[in-house]
T-cell receptor
């Protein structure tokens, strides 16, 4: 299946831990994104990579570090997790500005 | 800074009704506008994409219009069905950033 896939789907962890979320797309897209959906369901862009290069970083705390080993993968590593990091994180991909986006099914992160 | 607003925040209708969801944006310098559907606990499904040069797009019972100069878009759903119940999200694409979303309209269609 052609898609954007994220793992894990659910992640429950304690405050202070470090965790990673992985994302892969097999659509041949050049650009990948991480979005955060808060408790009020509002989706906000965090990062965008084009061909492994960071192009958007929307004032996200530096505890969040995206890593793109190749243009099909964009992983999100979060250090020193805080309660406020609890949210659903969505990965997406596209051919770039002006084209359609495809979203993954999301990773629900709960920090306790 | 671009802001996207969706009205109403929630809508309940009986099955069979035609309905309109509204989206407005403050900066008309967009490449396109996209409508998505999100089911509870699920990801986003792309419904329609309207390029800035287009006025409308249709897919089945869905019709989306775009008036770029006035910063408005509508999503028209004909003959609504219970399976249409979901949150509908509007998003605009513009230079220098990624898709900017509204807060969505949660639709409930009762049988």
């Amino acid at each position: 299946d052609t898609a954007v896939s994220q793992t894990p789907k659910y992640l429950v962890t304690q405050m202070g831990n470090d965790k990673s979320i992985k994302c892969e797309q097999n659509l041949g897209h050049d650009t990948m994104y991480w979005y955060k959906q808060d408790s009020k369901k509002f989706l906000k862009i965090m990062f965008s990579y084009n061909n492994k290069e960071l192009i958007i970083n929307e004032t996200v705390p530096n505890r969040f570090s995206p890593k793109s080993p190749d243009k099909a993968h964009l992983n999100l590593h979060i250090n020193s997790l805080e309660l406020g990091d609890s949210a659903v994180y969505f990965c997406a991909s596209s051919h770039g500005t002006g084209s359609s986006y495809t979203f993954g099914s999301g990773t629900r992160l709960t920090v306790v | 800074k671009q802001e996207v607003t969706q009205i109403p925040a929630a809508l309940s209708v009986p099955e069979g009704e035609n309905l309109v969801l509204n989206c407005s944006f403050t900066d008309s310098a967009i490449y396109n506008l996209q409508w998505f559907r999100q089911d509870p606990g699920k990801g986003l499904t792309s419904l329609l994409l309207i390029q800035s040069s287009q006025r409308e797009q249709t897919s089945g019972r869905l019709n989306a219009s775009l008036d770029k100069s006035s910063g408005r878009s509508t999503l028209y759903i004909a003959a609504s069905q219970p399976g249409d119940s979901a949150t509908y999200l509007c998003a605009v694409d513009q230079a220098g950033t990624a898709l900017i979303f509204g807060k969505g309209t949660t639709l409930s269609v009762s049988s």
